[in-house]
């Protein structure tokens, strides 16, 4: 087993007033050779958005965008006409393919928004650009990790263009999980949202992260009061 550890305090960071950023690989004016991503995550960025503030019109193309909202709401428009609006419990899913632009504001004129957002190289270029979102309450499992995203259009859960398995786990007791890697040659990146967990002797708290790769599983133990996002990844484009 290999293994990285990124501690919170290492990721970047940007303050643009309307915006507050954190950033786990090289983005924007933030760049080190070494956090250019993990496998195919090439983007996970932890951001506070302003009341009434937010991102104007701008392209994408080849790139699956996830983003899960943690407090607060978020309006999207896009060039395929699609309007909505997610908040916590729920996901958003875009295949940008051959290209697609779209915005994104926090819908509150007084409450920011909190969000994370990653970016997922595909394992096919230039597919034709969609739209999903989804609440994912009926989802939820207590105290274990459950599928929010993964490359199976008709699971429960959103799909992408790549040969992932995102899991949620929100535990209110200290629990103890194994996780067994779904593809032989991916890796995991283990995010902790909220709380506390150990995984392979390393202790994690708010925000730090531990990537896994060249093993076939790992147990987690996650603390009271936790929210742990698990992101399976191939480890090669």
Request: charged share 20%; hydrophobic share 35%; proline share 5%.
């Amino acid at each position: 087993m290999k293994k990285v550890f990124h501690s919170a305090d290492t990721r970047g960071e940007a303050n643009h007033g309307w915006l507050q950023a954190k950033h786990s690989f090289s983005f924007a004016n933030f760049y080190n050779p070494e956090r250019m991503q993990f496998g195919v995550l090439r983007v996970l960025n932890d951001d506070v958005i302003g009341p009434g503030m937010g991102f104007g019109a701008h392209p994408h193309d080849n790139m699956e965008i996830i983003t899960i909202p943690l407090e607060g709401t978020l309006e999207h428009k896009d060039s395929m006409d699609n309007t909505g609006v997610i908040e916590a419990d729920e996901i958003q899913v875009m295949s940008a393919g051959t290209g697609i632009s779209h915005s994104e504001y926090n819908k509150s004129k007084d409450q920011p928004v909190s969000l994370l957002q990653l970016w997922v190289f595909p394992h096919t270029q230039n597919v034709t650009p969609r739209y999903d979102q989804k609440n994912i309450k009926d989802l939820k499992t207590t105290n274990s990790f459950y599928p929010v995203v993964t490359p199976n259009p008709h699971d429960s859960g959103m799909w992408i263009h790549q040969d992932a398995w995102f899991h949620l786990g929100e535990f209110n007791e200290e629990t103890k999980v194994k996780y067994s890697i779904h593809k032989p040659g991916n890796g995991v990146y283990i995010f902790i949202i909220e709380g506390e967990g150990n995984v392979s002797d390393q202790t994690l708290s708010k925000r730090d992260a531990l990537g896994l790769w060249e093993t076939e599983s790992f147990s987690i133990t996650a603390k009271k009061n936790s929210k742990i996002l698990l992101l399976e990844v191939p480890m090669q484009q």
